[in-house]
């Protein structure tokens, strides 16, 4: 059996787009890709709201992706690949990110992962999805409409990130999108996401 680790933040966790809440099971791209992989693979969903790639959060502190990431490996090695689905978050005001330094961060987890006392998985870093412009009046805490334009640059740096790190890559934003509140990804793009990485999932670990 081959073992998927998705690392994300609210977008891995499956916050709903249209209520306050959490998508249903079936409704969650980590839970519809292991049913499109097959009995033969098990991914292991580990989303947590507001996760960042290496930032601490001053105002909800337990956020930082880099301090998350040793634990999370050791819990559930052997590991085949990891998905990293991280930088939403980093494109908050209070942390004063350019979407280099975000990626850097994606980076800097790629480099802890492969410290590890472990087998090495392959890795995937995904670009995440794009934040909707309508983000300054959307109610989450510390987005502006610097956040939206960060987001467009996310597949120019996370693609940078992942030829230096030798990761594999995928742009998120092509196949998913923000829904009403901006921020998470609709119903719909869960699952087109999750197709989408079916395929790519399955030439990686052949």
């Not at 969903?45 to 930082?64: A, I, M, Q, S």
């Not at 995440?128 to 300054?136: A, H, L, Q, S, V």
């Not at 959307?138 to 960060?150: A, I, P, T, V």
């Amino acid at each position: 059996m081959k073992h998927i680790l998705c690392f994300g933040d609210s977008n891995t966790h499956g916050s709903a787009t249209e209520y306050d809440g959490r998508y249903d099971y079936d409704d969650r791209w980590t839970i519809i890709l292991g049913k499109l992989l097959g009995p033969e693979y098990h991914v292991i969903e580990e989303g947590l709201g507001g996760r960042t790639t290496v930032f601490d959060d001053p105002f909800r502190p337990g956020k930082n992706g880099l301090r998350d990431i040793s634990n999370i490996l050791q819990t559930h090695k052997p590991l085949d690949l990891v998905i990293i689905m991280l930088g939403t978050n980093d494109t908050k005001q209070v942390y004063n990110a350019s979407v280099k330094s975000i990626a850097h961060g994606a980076e800097v987890i790629i480099e802890k992962i492969r410290s590890e006392d472990m087998p090495q998985p392959g890795i995937l870093l995904i670009s995440p999805i794009r934040i909707g412009e309508g983000i300054d009046s959307s109610g989450f805490e510390s987005y502006d409409y610097s956040s939206h334009q960060k987001s467009l640059e996310f597949p120019k740096w996370f693609r940078r990130t992942a030829e230096i790190t030798g990761s594999y890559f995928f742009d998120a934003a092509a196949v998913a999108h923000a829904g009403s509140d901006c921020l998470h990804m609709t119903k719909e793009s869960h699952r087109a996401f999750a197709e989408a990485l079916c395929g790519i999932v399955r030439d990686i670990l052949a």
